[in-house]
């Protein structure tokens, strides 16, 4: 069975300050897909990005970037210069190839951005 | 485009009484899956659906739990009879899955959410 940790469970920065979520996966599977979604105040889960086990490419989108290291079975988050805007709960999944698209969430990580 | 819609959003409730939440998908696409959130228990899978026929509902709590998808557009969750604990968001997503995708996963887009206080 798979399983993703995200063991911070809440992190509170300051404006302007970069910040790093953590998640760590766990599956015997060599072919996956890991997600990150946002979920902001208003409470709806935001998609922010999709990553297959075979691209360990980072990626970076504006002040957002992630870091997929399979030797570490972890796929990190990171948020460049904050904003208050970026004040959520930031969930990590995983699926298995054929598994018809079943996410496995990890348990959120609370970002507070104070201005 | 419309993403998927939720209805209601919100839904107060008595103990005993019977819950029926709604979701229409993303028009095109063919899976469609129900959520639940709770402080305690995070984000898990209920059920899900691809090509209208359930595939997997080893996450339904027990039998008050039902969803059918009657067509393409269209999903409930019912719950009959509604307790206390089953006060949580109710998420519905979809997503498109191509039959020669050779088991790819693809993007769950979500819906809104329905927030479910059973008293």
């Known amino acids: 069975a798979q399983k993703v940790t995200q063991a911070q469970t809440e992190i509170s920065v300051v404006e302007k300050e970069d910040v790093t979520l953590d998640c760590v996966y766990e599956t015997r599977d060599t072919t996956y897909y890991l997600f990150w979604y946002k979920q902001p105040p208003s409470g709806e889960l935001v998609f922010l990005i999709r990553?297959?086990?075979?691209?360990?490419q980072n990626e970076i989108s504006g002040r957002y970037s992630w870091n997929f290291q399979k030797s570490t079975s972890s796929f990190n988050f990171t948020i460049t210069a904050s904003q208050v805007v970026d004040s959520a709960v930031y969930f990590c999944a995983l699926t298995l190839n054929n598994a018809g698209n079943m996410l496995t969430f990890g348990g959120g990580t609370r970002l507070m951005v104070k201005p | 485009d419309a993403g998927v819609i939720q209805s209601p959003r919100h839904e107060v409730t008595e103990m005993g009484q019977e819950v029926t939440l709604r979701c229409k998908p993303i028009?095109?696409?063919?899976?469609l899956f129900w959520y639940r959130q709770t402080m305690m228990r995070g984000l898990e899978l209920l059920i899900y659906?691809?090509?209208?026929?359930?595939?997997?509902d080893s996450g339904m709590p027990e039998d008050r739990f039902s969803a059918k998808m009657p067509n393409a557009s269209f999903s409930t969750l019912k719950i009959q009879p509604s307790e206390p604990r089953d006060s949580a968001v109710y998420f519905c997503?979809?997503?498109?899955?191509?039959?020669?995708?050779?088991?790819?996963?693809?993007?769950?887009?979500f819906g809104p959410g329905t927030r479910l206080l059973v008293l």
């Open positions: 997503a979809s997503s498109f899955q191509a039959a020669t995708s050779g088991g790819r996963a693809e993007t769950q887009y």
């Open positions: 659906f691809n090509n209208n026929v359930p595939i997997d």
């Open positions: 990553r297959n086990s075979f691209d360990e």
């Open positions: 028009s095109g696409h063919n899976s």
